[in-house]
């Protein structure tokens, strides 16, 4: 790992001696309690005979999930454990009970049945924040329906404005949805530990990833607002509530550029940048309320000048005259990206299962720093023996017997 020697220990991080029963999987929790172990608290994530289902997706040799499970799971421990037996339950009521949060991202009323629900977790630690989070919530008419990022950018109107009028509603390039509830339930978990240490007892605290997703939609929803009963369309690159021109996405030679007009002097700057100063004074253009009700007319004439350039070309000229926008790259060019790198953001790292990633750190800050989990993901039930000893004293005979009878 390039720049370990800088790396804060975990033991002097902001979450340093914070025990966390990790029971998520996939996306949504499992960003959560990354961020958690980043932070420095001690994540045992529990998990099945198989794995959890995103380290599942990596059996296949050219399985796309390699680099997703090493990027939410470093710096976790990993406990293999039956949750269906007696035996399994009880270590991990044994492990509630020295542990600081418990989260999980459970369908609703899952744990519950398995008999590790809030009430029973609580009743072993009434100091223990337990987390959880859904796609609709644990109340609610919606409460049993099936959740993947997919339905809830469905269900919660994400996929209705992605796109463009004349096609097809189209789901979010990332996981929106999932890693809204991620760091929601992060927050969550933290606030609940504050409350903690003035109260003295923990909280049950909840996060739906269709709730999480809604003040994304803050621009569109404006659009709403503002004109009732108006059957709105889908804006494509242009600003969700289409209040705001020029705001678009631009051909250049070599591609396109992404390029806002927030207010009228970044329009003045922009004309400047484009050497098209003799259009200051246009009232067709003069300000945004008249360049919206021309927008298409608008993005035409910036078309024709950013064409004609390439995109560093036009970012620079952009830079330089203080308007906002930027080039439009591919993921190669993210993961080589020179700011990331060289704030620590992301970092080559030597994986043991995985090979040469880019292993990204918390993007939350302390000091300035950035935080990477202290080692890389783990192959499953790597530290089932250690947990049980260190944790909860077991012996080897006692861990022995655990395996024969397949409990771990």
């Known amino acids: 790992m390039t720049a370990a020697s800088t790396e804060t220990p975990a033991a002097e991080r902001p979450l340093a001696g914070l025990v966390v029963v990790d029971l998520t999987q996939i996306y949504n929790g499992p960003y959560a309690t990354f961020m958690l172990a ?26 796309t999930s390699k680099l997703p499970f090493a990027m939410l799971n470093a710096g976790k421990r990993s406990l293999r454990l039956d949750l269906k037996t007696e035996a399994g339950r009880d270590i991990v009521l044994r492990l509630v009970e020295q542990a600081d949060v418990l989260v999980e991202n459970f369908a609703p009323g899952v744990l519950t049945r398995l008999g590790l629900g809030p009430q029973v977790v609580q009743a072993r630690n009434p100091r223990i924040v337990y987390a959880s989070s859904t796609g609709y919530g644990d109340t609610g008419p919606y409460r049993d329906y099936l959740a993947m990022d997919l339905s ?49 007892r923990g909280r049950l605290v909840h996060v739906t990833m269709m709730e999480a997703s809604y003040f994304s939609l803050t621009s569109n929803l404006g659009m709403v607002h503002a004109q009732p009963g108006l059957q709105y369309a889908r804006t494509g690159n242009r600003q969700g509530g289409m209040s705001i021109s020029p705001y678009n996405v631009y051909e250049a030679k070599d591609g396109h550029i992404a390029i806002v007009v927030n207010h009228d002097k970044h329009w003045q700057s922009l004309l400047t940048a484009f050497g098209q100063e003799a259009l200051a004074d ?71 299962e995985y090979g040469r990633i880019a292993a990204p750190a918390s993007p939350l800050r302390f000091d300035g720093e950035a ?36 409990v771990i």
């Open 282 to 352: 246009d009232p067709r253009y003069l300000t945004n309320v008249a360049r919206v009700s021309r927008m298409d007319e608008v993005d035409d004439m910036i078309t024709s000048w950013t064409k004609q350039l390439t995109k560093q070309e036009i970012f620079e000229r952009l830079n330089a005259h203080h308007v906002p926008g930027a080039p439009v790259r591919d993921l190669s060019e993210v993961m080589e990206d020179p700011q990331l790198h060289s704030r620590g953001a992301l970092r080559w790292v030597d994986h043991p």
């Open 38 to 63: 980043a932070a420095g608290a001690e994540v045992i994530k529990i998990e099945p005979h198989e794995g959890e289902h995103l380290r599942r997706r990596t059996i296949a040799a050219t399985s």
């Open 152 to 200: 809830v950018q469905a269900m919660s109107g994400v996929m209705s404005v992605t796109g463009y009028p004349d096609q097809p509603p189209l789901k979010s390039g990332p996981a929106v949805c999932d890693f809204f509830a991620g760091v929601h339930l992060y927050g969550a978990i933290v606030t609940a530990l504050l409350e903690r240490t003035r109260t003295g």
């Open 371 to 406: 935080m990477l989990p202290e080692r890389p993901s783990v192959p499953l039930g790597t530290d089932s023996r250690a947990v049980l000893q260190e944790r909860l004293g077991m012996t080897d005979a006692e861990i022995e017997l655990l395996e024969k009878s397949g």
